[in-house]
């Protein structure tokens, strides 16, 4: 059978949706409702996870440079790496705020996540608007480019195991603002494969398989077997 093609830059532009989803399906209902502890729990998985994905965009000191650096590096500056780290400051301020809004009780918790996902929302928006337009005129093949730049930093960072599982269990429960669950997990998992290294993805795939919703897996792999045989054959 002919698999899709893999979107590399998946592993990162995915990931905005797997955010999205956290706050507006998960965390919003929750804050909502006043239900802290419950809140307490979502809140502290999608910190773990999106620490993750900024150490991809922002880079890890003595691994990969993150993907504004890349971009900076190809295009002259276009991407502007220094101004998505001042706003990743900014946001990490926000979040700050939130986790101590917990403790405080329902209204000044609403208070405060409603000041971060405003603010959160707002920078997915900027860095998709900048970046994947840079990102589409990066050279063939991009998958290595990714690798080197962006995974390499999310390991680095620690916490990789779990920015898989929290991306996948997502996807595959929410879907995307453009695509099915079973789309959306094919997507992100496709591009994750293309960017490991062989004993990387026998390493995430288990995670990977375990995180999705119940059925989600079944239908990825009807539309890309390889990502079983592949590990199968390495085994």
């Known amino acids: 059978m002919t698999e899709p093609d893999v979107s590399v830059p998946a592993v990162m ?18 804050a909502g409702a006043g239900d802290t502890t419950a809140f307490a729990t979502a809140w502290r998985a999608y910190v773990d996870a999106i620490d993750v994905h900024a150490a991809m965009e922002d880079g890890v000191e003595g691994a990969g440079g ?13 991407a502007g ?9 900014h946001e990490h301020r926000l979040q700050a705020a939130v986790s101590r809004a917990i403790d405080t009780g329902p209204a000044a918790l609403r208070e405060a996540f409603a000041a ?6 707002a920078h997915l928006q ?3 608007d900048v970046m994947m337009p840079l990102v589409a005129r990066l050279p ?8 080197s ?8 960072h620690g916490g990789f195991e779990h920015f898989v599982a929290h991306g996948v269990q997502s996807l595959s429960r929410h879907g995307s603002t453009k695509n099915t669950p079973v789309g959306a997990t094919r ?25 999705a919703a119940p059925g989600i897996w079944a239908g990825v792999l009807a539309e890309v077997p390889s990502l079983e045989h592949a590990a199968a054959a390495l085994a």
């Open 116 to 121: 971060y996902r405003a603010a959160a929302e």
């Open 149 to 156: 730049w962006c995974v390499s930093a999310g390991i680095a």
């Open 13 to 30: 532009r995915n990931y905005h949706e797997v955010l999205r989803n956290d706050l507006a399906r998960v965390l919003a209902p929750l």
């Open 66 to 78: 993150g993907i504004t650096a890349l971009l900076d590096q190809v295009f002259d500056g276009a």
């Open 126 to 128: 900027h860095e998709e």
């Open 187 to 211: 997507v992100f998992v496709q591009a994750l494969k293309a960017v490991c290294k062989p004993d990387q993805w026998r390493r995430y795939l288990p995670i990977a398989r375990a995180a």
């Open 140 to 147: 063939a093949p991009k998958a290595p480019l990714f690798a």
């Open 81 to 89: 790496a220094a101004l998505f780290r001042a706003e990743h400051a």
